[in-house]
């Protein structure tokens, strides 16, 4: 069941399908459902990557690939999305697109491809 969030900069209504808890609005209001809470660490420094996608850490992997899947198409520069909020939206699904990826960031929140190099997520939200 979809529950309808009214935009309060321009009045848009946006519908959010479980397990959908985010959107940006097209006039780039950052809207979130009722029941999801502003994450506890709102550091500059750390995004959390289920945030980014808009989706709970319970998310299934086809959750988390239809999540992706309409982010990308939210946030591609192409279609009046920004640069910066589009590559968070790919490193994102790098991370948690990966069943292994994803369980080390689930275990230690830092978002590592593997390798001595970490993926650095731009925090656009």
């Not at 086809?62 to 982010?71: E, K, W």
């Not at 939210?74 to 990966?98: N, R």
């Not at 689930?106 to 970490?118: H, M």
């Amino acid at each position: 069941m979809a529950s309808g969030i009214r935009c309060p900069s321009c009045g848009a209504v946006h519908h959010l399908a479980p397990p959908l808890l985010l959107t940006i609005c097209s006039c780039g209001e950052k809207l979130r459902h009722p029941g999801h809470q502003e994450s506890a660490s709102n550091s500059q420094q750390h995004v959390d990557l289920y945030e980014v996608l808009g989706i709970d850490r319970s998310a299934s992997g086809d959750d988390i690939r239809a999540a992706y899947r309409q982010r990308a198409r939210e946030t591609h520069p192409d279609a009046g999305g920004q640069p910066g909020e589009f590559q968070a939206v790919q490193a994102a699904w790098e991370v948690l697109g990966d069943p292994e990826q994803r369980r080390r960031y689930d275990r230690s929140g830092k978002s590592s491809t593997g390798s001595s190099e970490s993926r650095t997520v731009p925090d656009v939200l």
